[in-house]
């Protein structure tokens, strides 16, 4: 199948690597210039990466109109609020269409008591957008999505058993890998080790003490990843979408230092506590 090629554009991006200590530009100002150069196809394809902070948005603004928003994502505040109110009232003008996944969400929030202690709504949602971003027709893009998605469900489930947490209520998505988590809760491997080629990889760095380097070998195992996956990727937009991702990636750590890193664990920690409920005891 033709792709499109990105030759000057590519050509002229600077390089940096995972130890880069400064960023060539913001990834809102890379977006910025992508979105000038990438045709209607590939947009839409890269919208994909960027609904995160979509994602991130909407729970925000359905809680509260005014919250403060990320500015990376695909919409912006007023096309969100005004999706959530025309959902809302059906006589309103609908105005610049979101994904399914968006809109569903937002009807069954509108449809059920939004403060309901039964539902996790920012698992619900991070559940149907990990599932959106697999179904990618893309093989780098659909790949980039089910490694998070694994990633994430296994790291989950390795710290809600040690904290004593219900490993079944942590695992979003639906691909494989989720359900076979869901399935072997109580094994000690979670039925993974034959099933996911990086399962001691990740178990192994799960182990590390240190939350900051933890974090670090994290994100280098997906840098790697993504190194990997793009060697025959010279101009096209598999090539962009992975530049996208590695800065995405370097962005969080020249922002983010050891004692940022303890923070944001024990706040993972301290949310995780509110929203599990632990099991009662006999």
Not at 127 to 145: H, K, P, R, T
Not at 225 to 245: G, K, P, Q, R, S
Not at 249 to 263: D, M, S
């Amino acid at each position: 199948m033709f792709k499109n090629q990105y030759y000057y554009f590519v050509a002229g991006l600077p390089d940096f690597s995972f130890d880069s200590t400064k960023l060539p530009f913001i990834v809102a100002e890379f977006k910025e210039m992508l979105y000038d150069e990438l045709k209607p196809d590939d947009r839409k394809l890269i919208d994909k990466y960027f609904l995160e902070a979509d994602k991130e948005n909407l729970l925000k603004l359905l809680a509260n109109k005014d919250a403060d928003i990320r500015d990376t994502g695909v919409y912006t505040r007023e096309e969100l609020l005004n999706s959530i109110a025309s959902i809302k009232d059906s006589s309103l003008d609908k105005p610049k269409s979101l994904p399914n996944i968006f809109e569903n969400f937002i009807k069954q929030w509108l449809k059920e008591d939004a403060e309901s202690e039964n539902m996790n709504w920012e698992n619900l949602l991070t559940s149907l957008y990990m599932d959106y971003g697999i179904e990618a027709q893309n093989s780098l893009v659909s790949q980039w999505f089910t490694l998070n998605l694994n990633i994430g469900n296994l790291l989950a489930a390795i710290y809600s058993r040690k904290y004593g947490f219900d490993v079944k209520q942590v695992v979003v998505g639906n691909n494989h890998i989720a359900k076979t988590i869901r399935s072997n809760a109580n094994l000690r491997d979670f039925g993974l080790e034959q099933e996911l080629a990086y399962y001691d990889t990740i178990l192994r760095i799960s182990e590390d003490e240190d939350i900051y380097e933890r974090e670090r070998k994290i994100d280098k195992f997906r840098w790697d990843w993504l190194e990997e996956n793009t060697v025959f990727d010279y101009f096209n937009v598999e090539y962009l979408f992975a530049y996208l991702c590695k800065l995405q990636i370097l962005e969080r750590w020249v922002k983010l230092n050891a004692e940022e890193g303890e923070r944001v664990f024990r706040e993972l920690i301290a949310n995780m506590k509110k929203e599990v409920k632990l099991p009662e005891e006999e």
